[in-house]
Protein backbone atom coordinates (compact mmCIF):
# COMPACT_ATOMS: atom_id res chain seq x y z
CA UNK A 1 0.00 0.00 0.00
CA UNK A 2 1.35 3.09 -1.36
CA UNK A 3 1.36 6.20 1.90
CA UNK A 4 -1.07 8.07 -0.29
CA UNK A 5 -3.52 5.31 -0.22
CA UNK A 6 -2.72 4.88 3.74
CA UNK A 7 -3.58 8.36 4.21
CA UNK A 8 -6.80 8.50 2.05
CA UNK A 9 -7.81 5.69 3.96
CA UNK A 10 -6.81 6.88 7.63
CA UNK A 11 -9.47 10.23 6.53
CA UNK A 12 -11.35 8.07 5.15
CA UNK A 13 -11.90 5.87 7.77
CA UNK A 14 -13.16 9.02 10.11
CA UNK A 15 -15.44 9.99 7.61
CA UNK A 16 -17.00 6.55 6.11
CA UNK A 17 -20.31 7.21 6.53
CA UNK A 18 -20.27 10.58 5.14
CA UNK A 19 -17.97 9.55 2.07
CA UNK A 20 -20.59 7.54 1.33
CA UNK A 21 -22.72 9.82 0.61
CA UNK A 22 -22.99 12.40 -2.88
CA UNK A 23 -21.98 15.71 -1.37
CA UNK A 24 -24.80 17.67 -2.38
CA UNK A 25 -28.65 16.37 -2.42
CA UNK A 26 -31.74 17.31 -3.51
CA UNK A 27 -34.56 16.62 -1.02
CA UNK A 28 -37.75 17.86 -2.06
CA UNK A 29 -37.02 22.23 -1.94
CA UNK A 30 -33.81 21.58 -0.15
CA UNK A 31 -30.85 20.98 -1.71
CA UNK A 32 -28.50 19.88 0.51
CA UNK A 33 -25.03 19.68 1.58
CA UNK A 34 -22.96 17.22 3.04
CA UNK A 35 -19.58 18.88 2.82
CA UNK A 36 -18.46 19.38 6.39
CA UNK A 37 -14.83 20.00 5.52
CA UNK A 38 -15.29 22.26 2.66
CA UNK A 39 -18.38 24.23 4.50
CA UNK A 40 -16.23 24.53 7.55
CA UNK A 41 -13.54 25.89 5.89
CA UNK A 42 -15.82 28.73 3.87
CA UNK A 43 -17.09 29.71 7.20
CA UNK A 44 -13.57 29.49 9.17
CA UNK A 45 -11.88 31.88 6.48
CA UNK A 46 -13.92 34.60 7.12
CA UNK A 47 -12.88 36.91 9.62
CA UNK A 48 -15.94 38.12 11.59
CA UNK A 49 -14.10 39.43 15.22
CA UNK A 50 -17.53 40.60 17.39
CA UNK A 51 -18.52 44.02 15.81
CA UNK A 52 -17.40 42.56 12.06
CA UNK A 53 -19.97 40.05 11.60
CA UNK A 54 -21.40 41.35 8.09
CA UNK A 55 -19.20 39.47 6.15
CA UNK A 56 -19.76 35.99 7.56
CA UNK A 57 -23.65 36.67 8.17
CA UNK A 58 -23.73 37.42 4.47
CA UNK A 59 -22.01 34.01 3.42
CA UNK A 60 -24.24 31.87 5.72
CA UNK A 61 -27.36 33.47 4.61
CA UNK A 62 -26.61 32.63 0.76
CA UNK A 63 -25.26 29.47 2.12
CA UNK A 64 -28.36 28.61 4.05
CA UNK A 65 -30.87 30.11 1.22
CA UNK A 66 -29.24 28.16 -1.84
CA UNK A 67 -29.71 24.70 0.10
CA UNK A 68 -33.50 26.00 0.14
CA UNK A 69 -34.06 26.93 3.87
CA UNK A 70 -36.26 30.32 4.78
CA UNK A 71 -34.50 32.38 6.67
CA UNK A 72 -34.68 35.77 8.54
CA UNK A 73 -32.26 38.39 9.41
CA UNK A 74 -32.69 39.97 13.04
CA UNK A 75 -30.76 43.06 13.03
CA UNK A 76 -28.81 43.33 16.26
CA UNK A 77 -26.90 47.14 15.04
CA UNK A 78 -27.26 48.98 11.59
CA UNK A 79 -24.12 50.32 11.37
CA UNK A 80 -21.86 48.70 11.10
CA UNK A 81 -24.50 45.91 9.96
CA UNK A 82 -24.75 42.86 12.99
CA UNK A 83 -27.57 40.48 12.27
CA UNK A 84 -28.59 37.31 13.56
CA UNK A 85 -30.06 34.47 11.46
CA UNK A 86 -32.82 32.40 11.93
CA UNK A 87 -33.39 29.12 9.55
CA UNK A 88 -35.61 26.47 9.49
CA UNK A 89 -35.80 23.95 6.33
CA UNK A 90 -39.90 23.29 6.43
CA UNK A 91 -42.98 25.39 6.99
CA UNK A 92 -42.68 25.99 10.69
CA UNK A 93 -40.25 29.29 11.79
CA UNK A 94 -41.26 28.19 15.55
CA UNK A 95 -39.94 24.55 15.72
CA UNK A 96 -39.80 22.28 18.38
CA UNK A 97 -35.97 22.11 18.51
CA UNK A 98 -33.68 24.81 17.74
CA UNK A 99 -30.16 24.80 17.42
CA UNK A 100 -27.83 27.98 17.97
CA UNK A 101 -24.33 28.70 18.19
CA UNK A 102 -22.26 32.01 17.52
CA UNK A 103 -20.76 33.25 14.87
CA UNK A 104 -18.66 36.09 16.39
CA UNK A 105 -14.95 35.45 17.70
CA UNK A 106 -12.48 36.93 19.90
CA UNK A 107 -9.57 39.03 18.14
CA UNK A 108 -6.55 38.70 16.60
CA UNK A 109 -7.71 37.17 13.30
CA UNK A 110 -5.45 33.66 12.65
CA UNK A 111 -5.95 32.29 9.29
CA UNK A 112 -7.39 28.86 8.63
CA UNK A 113 -5.18 26.34 7.74
CA UNK A 114 -5.79 22.46 6.83
CA UNK A 115 -2.86 19.82 6.95
CA UNK A 116 -3.57 16.54 7.37
CA UNK A 117 -6.06 15.54 10.03
CA UNK A 118 -5.24 19.34 11.21
CA UNK A 119 -7.67 22.37 11.29
CA UNK A 120 -6.31 25.52 12.45
CA UNK A 121 -7.74 29.27 12.21
CA UNK A 122 -9.45 32.02 14.52
CA UNK A 123 -13.37 30.71 15.21
CA UNK A 124 -12.02 27.06 13.52
CA UNK A 125 -13.45 25.78 17.09
CA UNK A 126 -15.23 28.57 18.91
CA UNK A 127 -17.14 28.27 17.56
CA UNK A 128 -17.72 27.84 13.63
CA UNK A 129 -16.90 24.11 14.61
CA UNK A 130 -20.23 24.15 16.22
CA UNK A 131 -22.15 26.01 12.94
CA UNK A 132 -21.04 24.03 10.79
CA UNK A 133 -21.21 20.17 12.55
CA UNK A 134 -24.91 21.13 13.80
CA UNK A 135 -26.09 22.49 9.98
CA UNK A 136 -24.07 19.16 8.46
CA UNK A 137 -26.11 17.41 11.41
CA UNK A 138 -29.27 18.63 10.11
CA UNK A 139 -29.18 18.07 6.86
CA UNK A 140 -27.98 14.46 7.32
CA UNK A 141 -31.16 14.11 9.39
CA UNK A 142 -33.62 15.55 6.52
CA UNK A 143 -31.64 13.61 3.80
CA UNK A 144 -32.79 10.03 5.87
CA UNK A 145 -35.75 10.95 6.43
CA UNK A 146 -35.35 10.63 9.99
CA UNK A 147 -36.81 14.00 10.82
CA UNK A 148 -39.03 16.08 9.61
CA UNK A 149 -38.18 19.89 7.62
CA UNK A 150 -40.70 21.26 10.22
CA UNK A 151 -39.14 19.77 13.48
CA UNK A 152 -36.02 21.88 13.62
CA UNK A 153 -34.53 25.82 12.94
CA UNK A 154 -31.39 27.19 13.22
CA UNK A 155 -30.56 30.53 14.86
CA UNK A 156 -27.13 31.63 14.55
CA UNK A 157 -26.03 34.96 16.73
CA UNK A 158 -23.44 37.91 16.73
CA UNK A 159 -21.84 39.29 19.59
CA UNK A 160 -21.42 36.00 22.36
CA UNK A 161 -18.03 36.87 22.65
CA UNK A 162 -18.51 40.63 24.00
CA UNK A 163 -21.93 40.24 26.55
CA UNK A 164 -24.26 38.68 24.24
CA UNK A 165 -25.88 41.09 22.67
CA UNK A 166 -27.24 39.13 20.30
CA UNK A 167 -29.03 36.34 21.91
CA UNK A 168 -30.38 38.69 24.09
CA UNK A 169 -32.13 40.69 21.09
CA UNK A 170 -33.31 37.39 20.31
CA UNK A 171 -35.39 36.96 22.80
CA UNK A 172 -37.88 39.60 20.05
CA UNK A 173 -37.81 36.34 17.97
CA UNK A 174 -40.79 35.58 20.08
CA UNK A 175 -39.30 31.52 19.68
CA UNK A 176 -40.91 28.83 21.91
CA UNK A 177 -38.56 26.02 21.29
CA UNK A 178 -38.86 22.59 23.60
CA UNK A 179 -35.77 22.22 23.31
CA UNK A 180 -32.56 24.19 22.78
CA UNK A 181 -28.94 22.70 21.49
CA UNK A 182 -26.45 25.06 21.89
CA UNK A 183 -23.40 24.94 20.22
CA UNK A 184 -19.78 25.63 22.27
CA UNK A 185 -16.64 23.43 22.62
CA UNK A 186 -17.10 20.83 25.07
CA UNK A 187 -14.96 18.23 23.80
CA UNK A 188 -17.82 16.31 22.35
CA UNK A 189 -19.11 15.58 25.90
CA UNK A 190 -22.31 17.09 26.93
CA UNK A 191 -22.21 19.94 29.89
CA UNK A 192 -23.69 19.52 32.75
CA UNK A 193 -23.44 23.55 33.73
CA UNK A 194 -21.21 26.14 33.40
CA UNK A 195 -19.93 28.68 36.17
CA UNK A 196 -21.38 32.23 36.38
CA UNK A 197 -20.13 35.70 35.19
CA UNK A 198 -19.63 38.79 36.94
CA UNK A 199 -17.86 41.52 35.42
CA UNK A 200 -16.63 44.63 37.75
CA UNK A 201 -14.82 47.83 36.01
CA UNK A 202 -12.87 49.55 39.03
CA UNK A 203 -12.14 53.27 38.34
CA UNK A 204 -9.77 55.32 40.64
CA UNK A 205 -10.08 58.86 40.59
CA UNK A 206 -6.79 60.45 41.53
CA UNK A 207 -5.46 64.24 41.31
CA UNK A 208 -2.53 65.18 39.18
CA UNK A 209 0.36 66.82 40.77
CA UNK A 210 4.10 67.14 39.64
CA UNK A 211 5.74 63.94 40.85
CA UNK A 212 8.40 65.81 43.39
CA UNK A 213 5.49 67.07 45.41
CA UNK A 214 3.21 64.11 45.46
CA UNK A 215 1.33 64.92 48.28
CA UNK A 216 -0.10 67.68 46.16
CA UNK A 217 -2.25 65.37 44.27
CA UNK A 218 -3.32 61.62 45.10
CA UNK A 219 -2.22 58.98 42.78
CA UNK A 220 -5.14 56.95 41.08
CA UNK A 221 -2.46 54.61 40.30
CA UNK A 222 -2.02 53.88 44.24
CA UNK A 223 -5.74 53.81 44.64
CA UNK A 224 -6.26 51.16 42.05
CA UNK A 225 -2.97 49.02 43.24
CA UNK A 226 -4.60 49.24 46.72
CA UNK A 227 -8.04 48.22 45.45
CA UNK A 228 -6.47 45.18 43.28
CA UNK A 229 -4.58 43.65 45.46
CA UNK A 230 -7.74 43.79 47.67
CA UNK A 231 -9.77 41.85 45.19
CA UNK A 232 -6.89 39.47 44.64
CA UNK A 233 -7.02 38.33 48.41
CA UNK A 234 -10.63 38.48 47.93
CA UNK A 235 -10.32 36.39 45.10
CA UNK A 236 -8.76 33.72 47.40
CA UNK A 237 -11.77 33.73 49.81
CA UNK A 238 -14.53 33.49 47.40
CA UNK A 239 -17.15 30.32 47.59
CA UNK A 240 -16.46 27.15 45.55
CA UNK A 241 -18.04 23.82 45.12
CA UNK A 242 -17.84 20.51 44.53
CA UNK A 243 -19.31 20.85 40.67
CA UNK A 244 -17.11 24.00 39.96
CA UNK A 245 -14.30 24.05 41.54
CA UNK A 246 -13.34 27.40 42.76
CA UNK A 247 -14.72 30.96 41.89
CA UNK A 248 -11.72 32.81 40.08
CA UNK A 249 -10.73 36.38 39.61
CA UNK A 250 -8.92 37.95 36.82
CA UNK A 251 -7.42 41.38 36.42
CA UNK A 252 -7.73 41.29 32.75
CA UNK A 253 -6.97 44.88 31.73
CA UNK A 254 -5.23 47.49 33.63
CA UNK A 255 -4.34 51.37 32.59
CA UNK A 256 -3.59 54.17 34.46
CA UNK A 257 -1.48 57.45 34.15
CA UNK A 258 0.18 59.40 31.87
CA UNK A 259 4.24 59.66 32.49
CA UNK A 260 6.28 58.50 34.96
CA UNK A 261 6.65 62.00 36.41
CA UNK A 262 3.12 62.89 36.91
CA UNK A 263 1.23 61.95 39.54
CA UNK A 264 -1.75 60.13 37.69
CA UNK A 265 -4.77 61.21 37.79
CA UNK A 266 -7.04 58.07 36.34
CA UNK A 267 -6.42 54.39 36.43
CA UNK A 268 -8.81 51.44 36.03
CA UNK A 269 -9.23 47.90 35.82
CA UNK A 270 -11.60 45.47 34.08
CA UNK A 271 -11.95 42.53 36.47
CA UNK A 272 -13.81 38.61 35.22
CA UNK A 273 -14.85 37.06 37.72
CA UNK A 274 -16.03 33.65 37.30
CA UNK A 275 -18.69 32.34 40.11
CA UNK A 276 -18.65 28.90 41.00
CA UNK A 277 -21.10 28.83 44.32
CA UNK A 278 -23.53 32.13 44.97
CA UNK A 279 -25.08 34.69 43.04
CA UNK A 280 -23.39 37.67 41.86
CA UNK A 281 -25.18 39.99 44.44
CA UNK A 282 -23.29 38.49 46.76
CA UNK A 283 -20.15 38.59 44.74
CA UNK A 284 -21.00 42.47 44.38
CA UNK A 285 -21.21 43.57 47.75
CA UNK A 286 -17.79 41.79 48.72
CA UNK A 287 -16.01 43.36 46.28
CA UNK A 288 -17.15 46.97 46.78
CA UNK A 289 -16.48 46.05 50.72
CA UNK A 290 -13.29 44.77 50.05
CA UNK A 291 -12.39 47.85 47.57
CA UNK A 292 -14.11 50.04 50.04
CA UNK A 293 -11.84 48.82 52.90
CA UNK A 294 -8.45 49.02 50.96
CA UNK A 295 -8.68 53.30 49.76
CA UNK A 296 -9.48 54.36 53.05
CA UNK A 297 -5.62 55.32 53.85
CA UNK A 298 -6.38 57.41 50.63
CA UNK A 299 -9.50 59.32 52.34
CA UNK A 300 -9.18 62.90 53.50
CA UNK A 301 -11.18 64.40 56.08
CA UNK A 302 -14.63 64.43 55.02
CA UNK A 303 -14.70 62.15 52.08
CA UNK A 304 -16.16 58.97 51.42
CA UNK A 305 -14.50 56.14 49.56
CA UNK A 306 -16.82 57.11 46.54
CA UNK A 307 -14.90 59.96 46.03
CA UNK A 308 -11.76 58.32 44.73
CA UNK A 309 -12.70 54.92 43.72
CA UNK A 310 -15.76 53.99 41.72
CA UNK A 311 -17.15 50.49 41.29
CA UNK A 312 -19.24 49.50 37.82
CA UNK A 313 -21.07 46.38 36.76
CA UNK A 314 -21.73 46.67 33.70
CA UNK A 315 -24.02 43.73 33.68
CA UNK A 316 -25.92 41.87 36.27
CA UNK A 317 -23.71 38.84 35.83
CA UNK A 318 -25.46 35.34 36.97
CA UNK A 319 -24.94 33.06 38.96
CA UNK A 320 -23.52 29.40 38.00
CA UNK A 321 -25.79 27.49 34.78
CA UNK A 322 -27.38 24.52 35.49
CA UNK A 323 -27.89 22.24 32.18
CA UNK A 324 -29.76 19.42 31.00
CA UNK A 325 -27.64 16.59 30.57
CA UNK A 326 -30.01 13.92 30.13
CA UNK A 327 -29.09 12.19 27.09
CA UNK A 328 -27.93 8.43 27.23
CA UNK A 329 -24.08 7.73 25.32
CA UNK A 330 -22.50 11.10 26.04
CA UNK A 331 -19.59 11.79 28.47
CA UNK A 332 -20.16 14.92 30.66
CA UNK A 333 -18.39 17.58 31.53
CA UNK A 334 -18.52 20.93 33.13
CA UNK A 335 -16.79 24.12 31.94
CA UNK A 336 -15.44 27.69 33.07
CA UNK A 337 -16.33 30.15 30.49
CA UNK A 338 -20.17 31.81 29.98
CA UNK A 339 -22.15 31.19 27.37
CA UNK A 340 -25.23 32.60 25.47
CA UNK A 341 -27.37 30.40 27.57
CA UNK A 342 -28.48 33.02 30.33
CA UNK A 343 -28.90 35.47 27.91
CA UNK A 344 -32.02 33.54 26.04
CA UNK A 345 -35.22 33.43 27.89
CA UNK A 346 -36.83 30.39 29.09
CA UNK A 347 -40.43 30.85 27.32
CA UNK A 348 -41.71 26.98 27.68
CA UNK A 349 -41.92 25.72 30.89
CA UNK A 350 -39.67 22.71 31.56
CA UNK A 351 -37.84 23.39 28.06
CA UNK A 352 -34.59 21.37 27.96
CA UNK A 353 -30.95 23.31 27.00
CA UNK A 354 -28.17 21.22 26.19
CA UNK A 355 -24.76 22.20 25.64
CA UNK A 356 -22.43 20.36 23.00
CA UNK A 357 -19.70 21.11 20.58
CA UNK A 358 -16.66 19.93 19.25
CA UNK A 359 -13.11 21.17 20.04
CA UNK A 360 -11.63 22.23 23.13
CA UNK A 361 -12.11 25.16 25.08
CA UNK A 362 -8.53 25.07 26.04
CA UNK A 363 -7.41 25.76 23.00
CA UNK A 364 -10.14 28.00 21.91
CA UNK A 365 -9.33 31.92 22.44
CA UNK A 366 -5.44 31.00 22.22
CA UNK A 367 -2.80 31.86 19.42
CA UNK A 368 -3.14 27.87 17.93
CA UNK A 369 -7.09 27.30 17.87
CA UNK A 370 -7.31 24.17 16.49
CA UNK A 371 -9.15 20.75 15.99
CA UNK A 372 -9.45 17.58 13.79
CA UNK A 373 -11.10 16.38 11.33
CA UNK A 374 -12.36 13.64 13.54
CA UNK A 375 -13.33 15.77 16.07
CA UNK A 376 -15.76 17.71 13.23
CA UNK A 377 -17.37 14.04 12.00
CA UNK A 378 -17.70 12.96 15.25
CA UNK A 379 -20.04 16.18 16.29
CA UNK A 380 -22.18 15.57 13.28
CA UNK A 381 -23.14 12.25 14.88
CA UNK A 382 -23.20 14.00 18.34
CA UNK A 383 -25.99 16.78 17.47
CA UNK A 384 -27.74 13.72 15.26
CA UNK A 385 -27.66 11.96 18.34
CA UNK A 386 -29.46 14.82 20.85
CA UNK A 387 -31.93 16.33 18.29
CA UNK A 388 -33.43 12.58 17.99
CA UNK A 389 -33.74 12.59 21.21
CA UNK A 390 -35.34 15.81 21.56
CA UNK A 391 -37.56 14.77 18.91
CA UNK A 392 -37.87 11.09 20.98
CA UNK A 393 -37.05 9.30 17.37
C1 LIG B 1 -17.18 26.74 -0.32
O1 LIG B 1 -16.76 27.83 -1.12
C2 LIG B 1 -16.39 27.46 -2.44
C3 LIG B 1 -15.82 28.70 -3.11
O2 LIG B 1 -16.74 29.75 -3.07
C4 LIG B 1 -17.59 26.90 -3.18
O3 LIG B 1 -17.25 26.51 -4.48
C5 LIG B 1 -18.10 25.70 -2.39
O4 LIG B 1 -19.31 25.23 -2.99
C6 LIG B 1 -18.37 26.05 -0.94
N1 LIG B 1 -18.72 24.81 -0.27
C7 LIG B 1 -19.55 24.76 0.76
C8 LIG B 1 -19.90 23.42 1.27
O5 LIG B 1 -19.99 25.76 1.31
C1 LIG C 1 1.23 15.19 6.75
O1 LIG C 1 1.20 13.84 6.40
C2 LIG C 1 2.30 13.44 5.58
C3 LIG C 1 2.06 12.00 5.10
O2 LIG C 1 1.76 11.15 6.20
C4 LIG C 1 3.60 13.61 6.37
O3 LIG C 1 4.71 13.25 5.59
C5 LIG C 1 3.73 15.07 6.78
O4 LIG C 1 4.87 15.23 7.61
C6 LIG C 1 2.49 15.53 7.54
N1 LIG C 1 2.57 16.95 7.74
C7 LIG C 1 2.49 17.52 8.96
C8 LIG C 1 2.64 18.99 9.02
O5 LIG C 1 2.26 16.86 9.96
C1 LIG D 1 -36.27 38.51 28.07
O1 LIG D 1 -34.94 38.96 28.00
C2 LIG D 1 -34.78 40.34 27.81
C3 LIG D 1 -33.34 40.65 27.50
O2 LIG D 1 -32.43 39.75 28.08
C4 LIG D 1 -35.33 41.03 29.02
O3 LIG D 1 -35.10 42.43 28.96
C5 LIG D 1 -36.81 40.75 29.09
O4 LIG D 1 -37.36 41.31 30.22
C6 LIG D 1 -37.11 39.27 29.05
N1 LIG D 1 -38.51 39.08 28.69
C7 LIG D 1 -39.30 38.25 29.33
C8 LIG D 1 -40.71 38.18 28.83
O5 LIG D 1 -38.96 37.60 30.27
ZN1 LIG E 1 -17.86 30.46 22.10
Redesign the pocket.
Known sequence: MT?MWR?LLLIGAAAASLMQEPLQARRGHLSLTYDLIAFHKNLTQIESITGNEEAVGEWLVASLKSQGYSVERQYVEEKPARFNILAWPGKERDAKVLLSAHIDTVPPFYPYEH??N?IRGRGSVDAKGSVATQIIAINRLLSSDKISPDDVALLYVVGEEKGGDGMRAANALKLSPETVIFGEPTEGKLAAGHKGNLMVIVKAKGKAAHSGYPWLGRSANEVLVKSLAALMELGQKLPKSDKYGITTLNLGQIQGGVAPNVVAKDASADVAVRIAEGSPEFIREEVTRAVHTAVQSFLEKGMKPEDVVEINFPTSGYGPIEIDHDVPGFDEITVNYGTDIPSLNKTVEGQKRYLYGPGSILVAHSDHEMLTEDQLFDAVGGYEKLVLHALRK
Open positions: NSINT
